[in-house]
């Protein structure tokens, strides 16, 4: 194979311009060996996990990185970027993993595919940060004992042989055999990454048979995170929205051909009349795409197909395009989420409205709790709930969450029964949906008289915040305006407590979502804030045992500065 024929076929992801496929060469010098090996190119199973086990163990760094997760991830990455690429998840992934850990804040952990323990230390490491003082477990089932071997000794490296338990054998054997012996009863949060064609199998008997994933949990599949986010760009062309499944019914794609008249929208078969109904142009099932796609590439011949969301499609359907498009090559894109990130007018009165509603919910809370009465967290979200649905919203746009007393302190839990008790600190997240915009709004107050250092929680957080709103004008970057909320909270004295602090970013876009695509106010992104950007600004600082908190504020960038869409008080003391 010529370095041409290499070069075109493993910088096919990245549009193979000279300029990225040296940058990434120079990043990836294992890239090619896979590209002048051509089809015998190996990815596993060659004796590249027993070189990457002693690569690791011979570091100049060994000393260093024992009981430190994240120096031997690093050191795991190396070997596969300078000398033998491996099919682990990655720094890129690496990212979307722990901020799906820090939201979902698992205590038991499953995986399905365990290779040389790459994930099982990123997860048991994320899932301990989240629970310092609480057990978290991870189980992880690898079929081949030789892999188990590798990731025991890496995860015991790494200080996590506590947190994690390597199992040999098909997944499907080790998790019923888990069940049997009283070992597992649920789980929280299931990673499939092993066989494909076993995906589904497995996940069928976790679910169906062993009934181990109760509703809230949390499924996700290497190239295919699952949830709702799939429609985030779908519903900027149609109001298709179809209820959550397991099937292809929670699942659609929008196509724009050069050459077509009309876009078209592909959906499960058993959505087609309803989409059909909510849609402008054509509809077709998913039994049609290919042979559509087919005569489109037929067409065209030649070119490039952009891909948004490619990090929501699942890859059952990321494979099925990717065989109907011949010579095409198909390759991410962001430019529909840079385009959604600046709001009409129109936008930004839907999304003020949507702000106001949320704000009536929480002055519902507020005089719910003068009434003198106890009250659950369950209940309080239930009033945000009517507060808003009577107000006009159209639904809540997301689960509301009411966390009183020391649950404050979790990240992301659902509202239980606790009752609130004077002394408390309590976070809110909240947010309604209006003709199909959504506010996300943060908040936290005090409850009763309490003690100082809760008080000055509530300060500091609201304090970041207010710098940020003071910081954000158009023409900075996302990434300077996170550094202004983030160096606040750390010199607040919270980094410890703070995940924004300690750089998972401090705002996202909102819109048709709690959460797009851009602008992400975090570190590294240097997208260039432009006017009409609406967006949240936040600030969590979260203390095991005592509470904690996030402030959220939703903003729309105007000529010079920027405009608060939401009105309640970030200081809350009641």
Same mark, same amino acid.
């Given at each position: 194979m010529q370095e041409g024929d290499w070069k075109a076929k493993v910088s096919e992801d990245i549009g193979a311009d000279d300029t990225a496929w040296h940058k990434k060469l120079e990043k990836y010098p294992s890239l090619k060996k896979i590209g002048e090996l051509g089809q015998d190119a190996k990815f596993s199973h060659d004796g590249r996990e027993e070189r990457c086990l002693e690569f690791v163990k011979s570091h100049a760094n060994i000393a260093e990185m024992r009981g430190n997760p994240t120096m031997v991830q690093q050191a795991i990455d190396e070997f596969s970027s300078q000398q033998e690429m491996l099919i682990n998840l990655g720094p890129d992934k690496n990212r979307l993993m722990a901020e799906m850990i820090t939201k979902e804040n698992p205590v038991v952990f499953v995986e399905f595919g365990g290779h040389v323990g790459y994930s099982a230390i990123l997860i048991a490491d994320s899932m301990r940060k989240q629970r310092p003082h609480k057990a978290v477990k991870v189980w992880s089932l690898e079929f081949e004992p030789r892999f188990t071997k590798i990731s025991t000794e890496l995860i015991a490296l790494a200080g996590l042989q506590d947190v994690v338990t390597v199992v040999a054998g098909p997944a499907s054997d080790s998790i019923e055999k888990l069940k049997a012996e009283g070992q597992i009863d649920h789980i929280d949060f299931l990673f499939i990454d092993h066989v494909e064609e076993l995906f589904l199998p497995d996940l069928k008997i976790a679910v169906d048979e062993l009934q181990l994933l109760k509703p809230g949990a949390v499924v996700v599949a290497d190239n295919g995170l699952v949830p709702a986010p799939v429609y985030r760009d779908i519903c900027y062309f149609t109001e298709f929205r179809p209820l959550d499944g397991v099937s292809d019914i929670a699942n659609a794609i929008f196509f724009l051909g050069l050459d077509e008249e009309q876009p078209s929208l592909f959906v499960s078969k058993q959505c087609v009349d309803y989409a059909t109904e909510v849609t402008s142009f054509p509809v077709y099932s998913f039994d049609e795409m290919k042979s559509r796609l087919e005569a489109f590439a037929a067409r065209v011949q030649t070119g490039t197909l952009g891909l948004e969301g490619a990090s929501y499609i699942p890859?059952?359907?990321?494979? %099925?395009?990717?065989t109907s498009i011949g010579d095409l090559s198909l390759k991410d894109t962001q430019v529909l989420a840079e385009i959604k990130a600046i709001k009409s007018e129109n936008e930004v009165a839907l999304i003020r409205k949507a702000s106001a509603l949320t704000d009536i919910a929480m002055a519902t809370i507020r005089d719910a709790l003068a009434d003198g009465k106890q009250h659950t967290e369950r209940e309080l979200a239930l009033i945000a709930d009517r507060a808003m649905l009577t107000g006009?919203?159209?639904?809540?746009? #997301?689960?509301?969450? +009411?966390?009183?007393? &020391?649950?404050?302190?979790?990240?992301? /839990?659902?509202?239980?029964?606790?009752?609130?008790? &004077?002394?408390?600190?309590?976070?809110?997240?909240?947010?309604?949906? #209006? %003709?199909? #915009?959504?506010?996300?709004?943060?908040?936290?107050?005090? #409850?009763g008289k309490v003690?100082?250092?809760?008080? /000055?929680?509530?300060?500091? /957080?609201? /304090?970041? +915040?207010?710098?940020? @709103?003071?910081?954000?004008?158009?023409?900075?970057?996302?990434?300077?305006?996170?550094?202004?909320?983030?160096?606040?909270?750390?010199?607040?004295?919270?980094?410890?407590?703070?995940?924004?602090? %300690?750089?998972?970013?401090?705002?996202?876009?909102?819109?048709?979502?709690?959460?797009?695509?851009?602008?992400?106010?975090?570190?590294?992104?240097?997208?260039?804030?432009?006017?009409?950007? +609406?967006?949240?600004?936040?600030?969590?600082?979260?203390? &095991?045992?005592?509470?904690?908190?996030?402030?959220?504020?939703? +903003?729309? @960038?105007?000529?010079?500065?920027?405009? &608060?869409?939401?009105?309640?008080?970030m200081e809350l003391y009641w």
């Amino acid at each position: 194979m010529q370095e041409g024929d290499w070069k075109a076929k493993v910088s096919e992801d990245i549009g193979a311009d000279d300029t990225a496929w040296h940058k990434k060469l120079e990043k990836y010098p294992s890239l090619k060996k896979i590209g002048e090996l051509g089809q015998d190119a190996k990815f596993s199973h060659d004796g590249r996990e027993e070189r990457c086990l002693e690569f690791v163990k011979s570091h100049a760094n060994i000393a260093e990185m024992r009981g430190n997760p994240t120096m031997v991830q690093q050191a795991i990455d190396e070997f596969s970027s300078q000398q033998e690429m491996l099919i682990n998840l990655g720094p890129d992934k690496n990212r979307l993993m722990a901020e799906m850990i820090t939201k979902e804040n698992p205590v038991v952990f499953v995986e399905f595919g365990g290779h040389v323990g790459y994930s099982a230390i990123l997860i048991a490491d994320s899932m301990r940060k989240q629970r310092p003082h609480k057990a978290v477990k991870v189980w992880s089932l690898e079929f081949e004992p030789r892999f188990t071997k590798i990731s025991t000794e890496l995860i015991a490296l790494a200080g996590l042989q506590d947190v994690v338990t390597v199992v040999a054998g098909p997944a499907s054997d080790s998790i019923e055999k888990l069940k049997a012996e009283g070992q597992i009863d649920h789980i929280d949060f299931l990673f499939i990454d092993h066989v494909e064609e076993l995906f589904l199998p497995d996940l069928k008997i976790a679910v169906d048979e062993l009934q181990l994933l109760k509703p809230g949990a949390v499924v996700v599949a290497d190239n295919g995170l699952v949830p709702a986010p799939v429609y985030r760009d779908i519903c900027y062309f149609t109001e298709f929205r179809p209820l959550d499944g397991v099937s292809d019914i929670a699942n659609a794609i929008f196509f724009l051909g050069l050459d077509e008249e009309q876009p078209s929208l592909f959906v499960s078969k058993q959505c087609v009349d309803y989409a059909t109904e909510v849609t402008s142009f054509p509809v077709y099932s998913f039994d049609e795409m290919k042979s559509r796609l087919e005569a489109f590439a037929a067409r065209v011949q030649t070119g490039t197909l952009g891909l948004e969301g490619a990090s929501y499609i699942p890859e059952d359907l990321s494979r %099925r395009v990717r065989t109907s498009i011949g010579d095409l090559s198909l390759k991410d894109t962001q430019v529909l989420a840079e385009i959604k990130a600046i709001k009409s007018e129109n936008e930004v009165a839907l999304i003020r409205k949507a702000s106001a509603l949320t704000d009536i919910a929480m002055a519902t809370i507020r005089d719910a709790l003068a009434d003198g009465k106890q009250h659950t967290e369950r209940e309080l979200a239930l009033i945000a709930d009517r507060a808003m649905l009577t107000g006009g919203a159209e639904r809540t746009g #997301y689960d509301s969450m +009411v966390q009183a007393g &020391p649950r404050s302190a979790f990240n992301l /839990a659902r509202p239980t029964d606790r009752l609130l008790q &004077p002394g408390d600190l309590v976070i809110t997240d909240i947010g309604a949906r #209006y %003709r199909g #915009y959504v506010a996300d709004g943060g908040r936290g107050f005090t #409850y009763g008289k309490v003690s100082p250092d809760k008080v /000055a929680i509530v300060k500091a /957080a609201a /304090a970041a +915040v207010e710098a940020g @709103l003071a910081a954000a004008r158009p023409g900075i970057t996302a990434s300077s305006l996170n550094a202004t909320i983030q160096q606040a909270l750390v010199k607040s004295g919270y980094e410890q407590y703070s995940t924004e602090a %300690r750089g998972h970013g401090t705002g996202h876009g909102t819109g048709m979502d709690p959460e797009e695509a851009q602008p992400w106010i975090g570190p590294g992104n240097e997208t260039i804030l432009r006017e009409n950007m +609406v967006f949240t600004l936040k600030a969590t600082i979260t203390v &095991p045992g005592v509470g904690g908190l996030r402030t959220e504020r939703i +903003v729309r @960038l105007t000529a010079r500065a920027c405009e &608060p869409l939401d009105e309640f008080p970030m200081e809350l003391y009641w």
